[in-house]
Structures are given as C-alpha cells and as structure tokens.
C-alpha cells in the first residue's frame, strides 16, 4: 500500500470523526451571529406501523442484552478504501477498534471521548462521543426516540435494517443497523457522514456476554501506544 493512498486513508478516517464537530460549530456559531438563516430542520419521523414498533422494541431488548462484545470488521468505504481489524465493546460508552497492519489506526471510546490516535503520526485527536454515529450504540438504554429519529425500517428477506439520525441534526449524516433476523443478530452498520461519504463495518467472528479487560478502553501511554 502506498504512502500517498496511507495518508489519504488517515485524513479520511479522521474526517468522518471531526465532521460532525465541525457542522455542530458552525450550527452555534450562526447562533450567536444571529442569522436566521436555518442550517438544517429538525429530521421527521416515519409513519410507524404496529409490526415496526414490535420490531423496534425487539432490537432494543437485543442491544441492551449486550453488556460486552468483542470480534473481527471489515471496513469498506464509498471512496475504495478497505481495512480490517479487531473491534471491542463493553457497554455503556467503551468501544475499541485496533486497525490490522499496515494501518496504524487506534479508536477509543473512554465512555465520555471517542478519540482517534495515528501512531505513526503520533497525532490523536478528542470529540465528544455523544457527537459520533456510534454512541447509540453503546448507551445505557436504547431508545429509538428523543436524541435520535427512526427514518427508514427495511426488511429484505431474514434481514432487518433500521436507519436512524441525530433529531436535532440530521445534517450530521445517519447509521443504519443491520441485523439478521430469526434470530436477531447484528451483522452490520452503514454509516454516511456529511460529505455523503459511505462507511460499512461488517462484524466478523463476533462474542458477546465476554470477559474483557477495562484497559482495552483507556488511552495508550507513549510507552505502550
């Protein structure tokens, strides 16, 4: 892999990160200027249906079982970008996901942070979690209402898929959740940022309800990073 395509990887990555930080600026900051120009309205809800709702509450009831996870990704990206790795879950808030040679990508979620280490750059770089697609995903309580919108249910044969948004910024971008179905697992998620750029995880080899060691979840010292 070439060291031109590695930087360009880098810079990508970091920008699905940063980029919904940078439109949650730009939001306050027409605030404050008092411009009455509107950046984005609040994202509107489908029309449930009886069996949507069951099916909501069944995911729900699913994810809330999984205190802790662990597993393989293979991440494919709209631009032509693949990697892979290892990905790390215990809920509420701690994620990890180690990128395979010869990227040197670290992710951390510490449960307040979701930081972004490049270990041959030596740069890491803080956003909020609450900011990121993924905090849904490893809240206390999962709740398809309030912070975030269901905007799509699709349901291709044994399959479940469930779109949601930020509701007070849909701008942001959305994350889908695919499970399969009967019984419900999930397989993967589908996240598009504000450049409309297309990011899949695809689990692999996944445990759950697994002994994990908290330091997964704590930052890297220079030592050890």
Request: no cysteine.
């Amino acid at each position: 892999m070439s060291p031109v395509f590695l930087l360009y990887f880098r810079n990508f990555v970091l920008r699905i990160i940063v980029s919904s930080y940078f439109l949650v600026g730009v939001t306050y900051l027409s605030s404050l200027v008092g411009s009455f120009q509107v950046l984005a309205e609040d994202v509107v809800s489908m029309e449930m249906t009886n069996q949507d709702k069951k099916d909501l509450k069944r995911v729900a009831v699913y994810l809330e079982a999984i205190k802790t996870l662990r597993g393989g990704f293979l991440q494919v990206s709209s631009n032509g970008s693949v990697s892979s790795g290892k990905l790390f879950m215990s809920r509420p808030g701690r994620l990890r996901f180690e990128y395979d040679p010869p990227e040197a990508i670290l992710m951390i979620a510490d449960g307040l942070f979701f930081v972004y280490i490049d270990r041959d750059l030596e740069q890491t770089t803080h956003v909020f979690l609450k900011s990121t697609p993924l905090s849904f995903l490893v809240q206390e309580k999962i709740e398809f209402k309030g912070d975030v919108t269901v905007t799509e249910i699709d349901r291709p044969p044994g399959i479940l898929q469930i779109k949601i948004k930020k509701t007070k910024e849909p701008e942001l971008g959305s994350i889908q959740l695919v499970f399969s179905d009967k019984p419900l697992v999930l397989r993967k998620w589908v996240v598009v940022d504000a450049q409309n750029i297309i990011t899949t995880i695809n689990l692999t080899g996944i445990q759950t309800g697994i002994k994990l060691d908290p330091t997964l979840f704590t930052l890297p010292t220079k030592k050890n990073n």
